[in-house]
């Protein structure tokens, strides 16, 4: 079974960082795209940023300049780095990943999969 499990959110002043963790586990062939979405109390679940297996990323216009994605190839995992956190930053946020793997009788599948959430809390 494939899975996605994140880590890293908290609680932080406005101004500050955090790093957000997300690895895949179970039986991976290949990773395409990964990403981050977050949701906010009441709202839609909204892109942050996503990363292609080749790297090259794609970022929500709010989140340029301040949030960066990253893969570790090698680890299954992407990362976002937060910086200058601000209160309307506040939501859970969620791991995507399109996983091609190996089902029963062999056959070769790509799944959509979506972390747990881990929430982040800006203070003002």
């Known amino acids: 079974q494939v899975q996605l499990v994140e880590s890293g959110g908290g609680l932080v002043q406005a101004g500050g960082s955090l790093r957000l963790s997300c690895a895949a586990s179970?039986?991976?062939?290949?990773?395409?795209?990964m990403g981050w979405y977050r949701q906010a109390p009441g709202t839609q679940r909204e892109l942050v940023a996503v990363?292609?297996?080749?790297?090259?990323?794609n970022y929500a216009e709010s989140m340029k300049g301040r949030f960066t994605i990253s893969r570790d190839n090698a680890k299954n995992t992407v990362y976002l780095q937060m910086n200058s956190l601000k209160p309307e930053d506040t939501a859970v946020y969620y791991c995507n990943a399109d996983i091609t793997t190996i089902q029963a009788m062999g056959l070769y599948r790509t799944l959509e999969l979506w972390g747990q959430g881990t929430l982040v809390t800006v203070s003002s």
């Open positions: 179970g039986i991976i062939l290949r990773i395409n795209t």
């Open positions: 990363t292609s297996s080749g790297g090259s990323t």
